[in-house]
C-alpha cells in the first residue's frame, strides 16, 4: 500500500473500514440535529479535536461550551447529510477518511438580522 503525503491511497469499501465511520458520522449529526450536546460531544476522545471554519475547538469541556452556545436558541434547526464515504487505511487502527458534508441551518441569530 502506498503512503506518504504525496502518494494517492486506495479507498477501501470495506465494511469494516467504511461502516464504523459511517455509524460515527450518523451519530454525531442525529445528536446535532436533535439538539443533544452531550451525546454529540461524547463521541469525541478527552483530548479530541473539532474543526469548523475557523480555529479548531479541541477538548469536550471546549466542545461543550462551543456546542451549547452554537445551540442555545432551541430555534435554531439542523440538517447535516454525510455522503461520499471514502476511508483509506492506513495502519492497524489508523485511517484517513474523507466525505462530503451538506449541511442545511435555520439560525435565527443569522437568519432573523441578516436576511
Known amino acids: 500500500m502506498a503512503s506518504g503525503p504525496n502518494q494517492e491511497l486506495e479507498p477501501s469499501v470495506e465494511a469494516k473500514d467504511v461502516g464504523p465511520i459511517g ?5 454525531f449529526s442525529s445528536a446535532l440535529d436533535r439538539q443533544n450536546v452531550a451525546a454529540a460531544v461524547s463521541l469525541f476522545t478527552e483530548d479530541g479535536v ?6 479548531p475547538i ?6 461543550q461550551s462551543f456546542f451549547a452556545k452554537r445551540h442555545g436558541d432551541v430555534r435554531r434547526r439542523t440538517c447535516h447529510i454525510w455522503s461520499n464515504l471514502i476511508v483509506r487505511p492506513l495502519s492497524e487502527g489508523q ?5 462530503i458534508l451538506t449541511n442545511y441551518v435555520f439560525d435565527p ?4 438580522n441578516d436576511v
Do not use: T
Open 50 to 55: 473539532f474543526q469548523p471554519a475557523g480555529s
Open 109 to 112: 441569530a443569522v437568519s432573523e
Open 23 to 27: 455509524v460515527l458520522l450518523a451519530k
Open 58 to 63: 479541541r477538548g469536550r469541556a471546549e466542545l
Open 95 to 99: 485511517a484517513q477518511y474523507e466525505v
